[in-house]
């Protein structure tokens, strides 16, 4: 039979089941037991070949058949049936002989930064002071003006660099790196020491001492005694270094008396100053004592006795690391001067020749051996 459609004005139920929703059951977690890491122990077999005698022990045994020496002889001599595979260890220490950062010269004297500008700078020097002296009353006081004048100092550059390609810049260790600018560094000290070393002999005023290239003990204490005068006589300052050549430094130490040392003697009775083979400081007649690698020999211009405010060295940070397209160049660089202002503040040792160098504008005179 067909279903009655429902007509207008018949009320109609309107009631909606909804479906019985199915019963979610949720599956148990998963239990996994924790994994603990299980060391492998492994012992191996201790060998009792340790020396000659055992090795040859267990030779004679593994000749007469004994398995467990014939295993013990084996291992020992594994290591020299493969020699292709042994490698070639590089140690990280590297042997260095041709190297020093030694400055004498510039360590012996004041130092001072670098100003941060210009090519050219000033530093006052008073060159007349005025007059004070005894004036009756009434009497007049005749004015003697202070003078001062402007030393010009010029800045210089000391430079050095390392060319290298890009791929031994990416391929080598950092040890390399790390030894090229400690190399850098020493070059860089020794040329600053023999530049300012030439620069305190070039500036000095020589006079003969009458004294052989083999100075004895008794010429080297008259010789820092008049030195140390000279100083304090000109500038009214006290002489607080000597500067020697390796060769005058060698010479100090075999100063002795009846063969027993002078400046390196346990207990001296009379302490003359000291100088040891293991350092190149010391004291000679009680001035530091300084080994200057830039001097040489034992005549003239090979030590000198100087006042730490004769000459100022002037000096700027050093390390500079530009790099270029296809290379890497390590540079090291710094501007630097070295001033004198005390010039009569040195005494410098000449053995025969007399040789007088004034300097008006620095009003100079020094003593040389």
């Known amino acids: 039979a067909q279903p009655q459609q429902p007509t207008e004005g018949d009320v109609v139920e309107n009631t909606v089941t909804e479906p019985t929703a199915a019963e979610t059951v949720e599956a148990s977690a998963k239990v996994e037991a924790a994994s603990v890491a299980k060391p492998v122990n492994f012992i191996a077999a ?3 070949v340790v020396s000659p005698e055992t090795f040859l022990m267990h030779k004679v045994a593994a000749m007469r058949g004994s398995e467990e020496s014939r295993n013990f002889i084996a291992a020992a001599t594994a290591s020299t049936d493969n020699p292709g595979l042994i490698p070639t260890r590089q140690l990280r220490e590297v042997v260095n002989g041709l190297a020093d950062n030694v400055r004498a010269s510039i ?5 001072g930064t670098l100003p941060n500008a210009g090519l050219v700078f000033q530093i006052p020097k008073i060159t007349q002071l005025p007059n004070v002296a005894v004036v009756d009353e009434l009497d007049e006081v005749t004015p003697v003006v202070m003078e001062s004048e402007f030393i010009n100092v010029d800045v210089k550059s000391f430079k050095g660099n390392q060319v290298m390609s ?12 790390s030894e090229l600018i400690s190399n850098l560094s020493s070059q860089y000290a020794r040329a600053t020491n023999a530049y300012n070393s030439g620069r305190i002999i070039a500036g000095a005023t020589k006079t003969a001492t009458g004294y052989g290239s083999d100075i004895t003990a008794a010429e080297l204490l008259a010789w820092v005694s008049a030195g140390a005068v000279s100083v304090y006589s000109n500038t009214f300052k006290f002489a607080d270094a000597i500067v020697v050549s390796p060769a005058m430094w060698g010479r100090i130490m075999s100063f002795n008396v009846d063969g027993r040392p002078i400046y390196n003697a346990l207990q001296p009775q009379n302490a003359a100053g000291n100088a040891q083979p293991r350092s190149l400081r010391g004291s000679v007649n009680g001035i530091d004592l300084w080994v200057d690698t830039a001097l040489s020999g034992t005549g003239d211009n090979s030590m000198y006795v100087i006042n730490r405010d004769a000459y100022t060295w002037y000096e700027s940070p050093r390390l500079e690391l530009p790099s270029r397209i296809g290379d890497q160049r390590c540079q090291i660089s710094s501007r630097l001067k070295s001033c004198a202002r005390y010039l009569a503040s040195l005494n410098l040792y000449t053995v025969t020749n007399i040789w007088i160098r004034s300097l008006i504008r620095l009003n100079s005179q020094f003593c040389l051996y």
Not at 169 to 174: E, M, N
């Open 46 to 48: 201790r060998n009792p």
């Open 166 to 177: 890009v791929e031994l810049a990416d391929r080598s260790d950092p040890l390399f790196f």
């Open 107 to 111: 360590d012996s004297i004041s130092n």
